[in-house]
């Protein structure tokens, strides 16, 4: 299956933003507005932050936010927290299979 | 509020199969607006989808599975299954079920995960 690609790793102090982009298709993430972004612990269960695009389900702090131009959407996290140190991962509706598809997976640090 | 739990074998034989059970609770698995899915992740590795199914039966499968993989459903018990058989250790991983919204193709709610390692 072809992945999204996500940068295998972003790095950021507390209190600063980082962004983390997911690079598709046109046949996936430039074709429609249905991304979606995960947070995922190890050891935990990932957990849905975004959806189609830039919304956010309830609960979700509003640190997190999504955009996309073109075949790229990103994800932004605002206000770095210690907390918000996971794994995280894109995924969007794909033309290429009748299933989504996800993201390679990015793994962000807080120095 | 809605839970899923997977439940299984950790370790299964090579050559053998592996069966995952999804027992969904919260929620009808009848909800016409959600498909059930299974996704893995290998170690080391990324999220990788298996395939999904709705309440009618109708399933899908990704191409790394597609062949070896079964998914089934029973709305009498409120669970959905994942059979993969012929497995080798590239089938070793961590075996999710979650529950997908067709609507945003968005995966909202997940079980915690089950290890399912496969060894001669």
């Known amino acids: 299956q072809s992945a999204l690609t996500q940068p295998a790793s972003v790095s950021g102090s507390p209190g600063q933003s980082i962004t983390i982009s997911c690079t598709g298709t046109r046949s996936d993430v430039g074709g429609y507005d249905l991304v979606s972004w995960y947070q995922h612990h190890p050891g935990k269960a990932p957990r849905l932050i975004i959806y189609?695009?830039?919304n956010r389900p309830s609960g979700v702090s509003d640190r997190f936010s999504g955009s996309k131009s073109g075949n790229t959407a990103s994800l932004t996290i605002s206000g770095l927290q210690a907390e918000d140190e996971a794994d995280y991962y894109c995924?969007?509706?794909?033309?290429?299979?009748?299933?989504?598809?996800f993201g390679t997976g990015t793994m962000v640090t807080v120095l | 509020q809605l839970r899923l739990q997977e439940s299984g074998p950790g370790l299964v034989k090579t050559s053998e199969t592996l069966s995952l059970t999804c027992t969904v609770s919260g929620d009808s698995i009848t909800v016409r607006t959600f498909y059930w899915g299974w996704i893995r992740q290998a170690p080391g590795k990324g999220l990788e989808w298996i395939g999904s199914?709705?309440?009618?039966?109708?399933?899908e499968y990704y191409p790394s599975v597609e062949g070896r993989a079964t998914i089934s459903i029973d709305t009498s018990k409120n669970e959905f299954s994942l059979k993969v058989n012929s497995v080798t250790a590239s089938d070793t991983a961590v075996y999710y079920c979650a529950r997908h919204d067709g609507a945003f193709s968005a995966l909202d709610h997940w079980g915690q995960g089950t290890l399912v390692t496969v060894s001669s």
């Open positions: 995924g969007s509706y794909t033309t290429k299979t009748k299933l989504d598809v």
């Open positions: 199914i709705y309440y009618t039966g109708d399933a």
């Open positions: 189609q695009v830039s």
